[in-house]
């Protein structure tokens, strides 16, 4: 959780504890084995933060937790305390941010207050995240919200530009941009990728009876918690609510650019499967997650960011579970369910626009973020 605050006419932002009131996990656990994650909209014991940078012009400005910034692009970086972090401001919407063993991290650039008819685009990708993607706040009422993951009371189904979402909210009552008290969350489920219009999820909340107005922050988020470790590199930019895109969990175009497809934000998958924000479980023998219309002209290779107890190996096809493979990756055991490694695979044979497959041929692990270059 994060806090804001109106000093004099300066907004001041205090980030505080991350799980009062509302846990950042979601319902579902994310390990195969072993203890369960808490579930959202459950009371968490209260964490003291450690504000690492927050400010809108991108020059650092840190004074005990609090720090000055004006109506401009906008930068955070927040621990919980607990492990170590280490996050760079890179300038132009440019962070990048390691991490290990971490008990709650928020690191992210966007826009505050984000502006309406502003598309949210990045490149780049997040390995080990729990959760990467959009995130942000609106005043009235006070609203957390977050773009491409689940969690709480379904409130209905609407449709935008990147695909067709689902509205989830749970009632939350902790630590908020205001100080501390009750505030509602909204979860929605569908694709979190590159092109996200915020304020156009903002009016199809409103025609579920849910209205929201008073844009606060709105940052594409590197979330981590519960022990874990990784990195991001991202670069946010914005565009027109005309830019948006319809493939799932994409972080970039086709062409020259790297893709990043997150396997939690897959556009379709087969029955069984066990997923949460930050990733996929519950892997059989023919179990697929698939996503659209990803541009293969020139790429070569495939990387899955997994974590697994054993050896196994994943088919990548175009245009179907039996279509042509383009790719297989053959894995080993990383030491654990939430020891995440990167493995690597050539690409063969693929270019223009497909819809990708990723098919279980044997084993089970729990997939990360892909990404195609």
């Keep these: 959780?994060?806090?804001?605050?109106?000093?004099?006419?300066?907004?001041?932002?205090?980030?505080?504890?991350?799980?009062?009131?509302?846990?950042?996990?979601?319902?579902?656990?994310?390990?195969?084995?072993?203890?369960?994650?808490?579930?959202?909209?459950?009371?968490?014991?209260?964490?003291?933060?450690?504000?690492?940078?927050?400010?809108?012009?991108?020059?650092?400005?840190?004074?005990?937790?609090?720090?000055?910034?004006?109506?401009?692009?906008?930068?955070?970086?927040?621990?919980?305390?607990?492990?170590?972090?280490?996050?760079?401001?890179?300038?132009?919407?440019?962070?990048?941010?390691?991490?290990?063993?971490?008990?709650?991290?928020?690191?992210?650039?966007?826009?505050?207050?984000?502006?309406?008819?502003?598309?949210?685009?990045?490149?780049?990708?997040?390995?080990?995240?729990?959760?990467?993607?959009?995130?942000?706040?609106?005043?009235?009422?006070?609203?957390?919200?977050?773009?491409?993951?689940?969690?709480?009371?379904?409130?209905?189904?609407?449709?935008?530009?990147?695909?067709?979402?689902?509205?989830?909210?749970?009632?939350?009552?902790?630590?908020?941009?205001?100080?501390?008290?009750?505030?509602?969350?909204?979860?929605?489920?569908?694709?979190?990728?590159?092109?996200?219009?915020?304020?156009?999820?903002?009016?199809?909340?409103?025609?579920?009876?849910?209205?929201?107005?008073?844009?606060?922050?709105?940052?594409?988020?590197?979330e981590a918690w519960g022990g874990s470790s990784g990195n991001a590199n991202v670069t946010v930019g914005s565009g027109s609510s005309s830019g948006g895109s319809s493939s799932g969990g994409s972080s970039s175009g086709g062409g020259g650019g790297a893709i990043t497809l997150n396997s939690w934000q897959c556009n379709s998958h087969s029955s069984g499967l066990n997923i949460w924000t930050g990733g996929v479980g519950n892997w059989t023998n023919g179990a697929w997650i698939e996503f659209n219309s990803v541009n293969l002209s020139g790429k070569t290779l495939i990387n899955f960011n997994l974590a697994t107890t054993g050896s196994g190996s994943y088919a990548i096809r175009v245009d179907g579970t039996g279509g042509t493979t383009i790719g297989t990756l053959n894995y080993s055991s990383t030491g654990g369910w939430n020891t995440y490694q990167n493995k690597s695979t050539s690409l063969n044979g693929a270019s223009g626009t497909h819809n990708l497959y990723i098919v279980d041929t044997n084993g089970a692990a729990n997939t990360g973020t892909l990404t195609v270059q």
């Design 1 to 222: 959780m994060k806090f804001t605050i109106m000093l004099t006419g300066i907004l001041v932002v205090i980030l505080c504890a991350f799980f009062i009131g509302c846990s950042e996990e979601p319902s579902t656990s994310p390990v195969q084995q072993g203890a369960n994650k808490q579930a959202v909209g459950t009371a968490a014991a209260t964490k003291i933060p450690q504000v690492v940078e927050v400010n809108n012009n991108f020059h650092p400005i840190k004074t005990d937790g609090i720090a000055a910034v004006a109506a401009a692009n906008y930068y955070q970086a927040w621990t919980a305390g607990g492990g170590t972090m280490n996050a760079q401001n890179l300038g132009n919407g440019h962070y990048s941010v390691t991490w290990s063993n971490v008990s709650d991290i928020v690191v992210g650039t966007g826009y505050n207050p984000m502006p309406s008819g502003q598309s949210l685009t990045w490149t780049g990708s997040a390995s080990g995240a729990q959760y990467f993607g959009v995130y942000g706040w609106m005043t009235n009422p006070l609203t957390e919200y977050y773009i491409g993951r689940g969690g709480g009371n379904s409130a209905g189904s609407y449709s935008v530009s990147t695909g067709t979402y689902t509205l989830n909210t749970v009632s939350c009552n902790g630590a908020n941009i205001n100080g501390n008290g009750p505030f509602q969350q909204f979860n929605c489920s569908g694709n979190g990728g590159s092109g996200i219009v915020p304020s156009d999820h903002w009016a199809k909340w409103g025609s579920l009876g849910h209205s929201v107005s008073g844009a606060n922050y709105c940052i594409v988020s590197t």
